[in-house]
């Protein structure tokens, strides 16, 4: 089993910044990489970045530059810094990760965006 734990989540003004964190548990060996999903009100689930095991990083076009996903492997956990945050952000933010051709889903952390 594997167990995904996020927190960072809340509420922050337009412009402003949260980290969020994704620690993994149980057995995790050989996980190929790690994600961040964000699922807006209304929308389709929509990747946001993914971090692979050696560090290698992408993110979504639009949101480049404004997010950055990082990882600490001796603590099995995964990052995501975000800044400059806008309303259109607002979203429940799931942590993923993918090993042997399973996902695995954590249950999702609320990031609002408002003044």
């Known amino acids: 089993q594997v167990q995904l734990v996020e927190s960072g989540g809340g509420l922050v003004q337009p412009g402003g910044s949260l980290r969020l964190s994704c620690a993994a548990s149980?057995?995790?060996?050989?996980?190929?990489?790690m994600a961040w999903y964000r699922r807006a009100p209304g929308k389709p689930r929509e990747l946001v970045a993914t971090?692979?095991?050696?560090?290698?990083?992408s993110y979504a076009g639009s949101l480049k530059g404004r997010f950055t996903i990082s990882g600490d492997n001796a603590k099995n956990t995964v990052y995501l810094q975000m800044n400059s945050l806008k309303a259109e952000d607002t979203a429940v933010y799931y942590c993923?990760?993918?090993?042997?051709?399973?996902?695995?889903w954590g249950q999702g952390t609320q990031v609002t965006v408002s003044s």
């Open positions: 993923n990760l993918m090993r042997r051709g399973t996902d695995y």
């Open positions: 149980g057995s995790i060996e050989g996980f190929i990489y």
């Open positions: 971090i692979t095991t050696s560090g290698r990083t």
